[in-house]
């Protein structure tokens, strides 16, 4: 029996240090120095474009990083997300440029709260339009003719919310002026513009953004322009937005361009990521971007060229080895 033995348990100890010389898959480098790394990513509303990107990304990473298990999750988007990375119950996370850098200042939303800290730099992704969008039979052509109407200004406190509270001074108006102001997702405000219970709505989020693109399919909306200089004047209070066209055929019923401002969509970690970690996510994101550019239109604008523009706090150190390696400052 023993003479039996013991050339099977030569095989199984050959067998063994042949994986431990190969790696489990000899394609894969091992994210975070061979270590297992469980990575929750933090996304947004179904109806939206982190969800999707956020499935890619977790994608990304299980195909292509040896030791590292990622999950995305749907949550409540930029504001939720901050406190997921504060807390620890999130790793990477979809965020505003403009939720981010108030909550690194302690201002606007995270007034009473104060300061967060720990919030580290990924990568700025694409621009998040702020869209307003109305029900055809409103009659609502432009900011101003908000007033008087019933309105899903975005979950409270949300950065959608900012937007729409911003976007309203900017045009003379605050929420009093409006017949109601309804703090709702974009799922729930899809479905109220399509009972008639509001008029329009705020929706922060890619072009094209699902919710709109499916709300069009039942119902007959505009979507509302922002005059320039408008948005010159939000830039001047507000540095975060920017102008951007609304190019026809976005939507169903889209004739014309439209002018819109934006904020940019950008990743944030934890600062407590392990910065060898950092960097091969980072290094995977963008070596496999085009399974990101296969699951949504915005997965094309991931770039390193543009990947540190509008960056409103200080980047990771592993993601910063890796600009450096590319070139990028």
């Not at 933090?42 to 939206?48: I, N, R, S």
Request: aromatic share 6%.
């Amino acid at each position: 029996m023993l003479r039996k033995s013991i050339p099977i348990l030569l095989v199984l100890v050959l067998a063994a240090s042949l994986m431990v010389a190969c790696g489990s898959d000899g394609d894969k480098p091992a994210g975070g120095g061979g270590k297992e790394q469980f990575i929750a990513i933090a996304t947004g509303g179904t109806g939206g474009v982190y969800y999707p990107l956020g499935g890619a990304l977790q994608k990304v990473y299980n195909d292509n990083l040896d030791n590292v298990t990622a999950n995305s999750s749907s949550t409540g988007a930029s504001v939720e997300n901050i406190g997921l990375i504060e807390d620890g119950d999130a790793d990477i996370a979809f965020i505003q440029n403009d939720i981010t850098y108030y909550a690194s200042e302690g201002i606007e939303m995270f007034e009473e709260k104060g300061k967060v800290d720990g919030l580290s730099g990924m990568a700025i992704w694409y621009p998040e339009v702020v869209q307003v969008v109305a029900n055809a039979s409103a009659g609502i052509e432009s900011i101003e003719d908000l007033a008087g109407k019933k309105v899903a200004v975005g979950d409270a406190g949300s950065g959608t919310e900012a937007n729409a509270r911003q976007i309203l001074e900017a045009h003379g108006l605050n929420y009093d002026d409006l017949g109601k102001a309804d703090y709702l997702s974009f799922s729930e405000a899809s479905d109220q513009l399509q009972d008639g219970h509001v008029d329009a709505a705020f929706v922060t989020a890619g072009l094209p953004t699902a919710a709109i693109v499916e709300l069009t399919q039942n119902l007959d909306v505009v979507v509302v322009p922002i005059d320039s200089e408008k948005i010159e004047e939000l830039n001047d209070q507000f540095p975060f937005y920017t102008e951007v066209t609304i190019e026809a055929g976005t939507y169903k019923g889209q004739e014309e361009d439209l002018l819109a401002t934006a904020v940019m969509a950008m990743l944030v970690v934890s600062e407590d990521l392990d910065e060898d970690l950092v960097y091969d996510l980072t290094k995977a994101m963008f070596e496999h971007k085009e399974t990101i550019e296969e699951t949504h239109d915005r997965g094309e604008d991931l770039s390193l060229e543009t990947a540190l523009e509008g960056m409103p706090v200080e980047l990771h150190s592993g993601a910063k080895k890796f600009y450096d390696e590319e070139g990028i400052e």
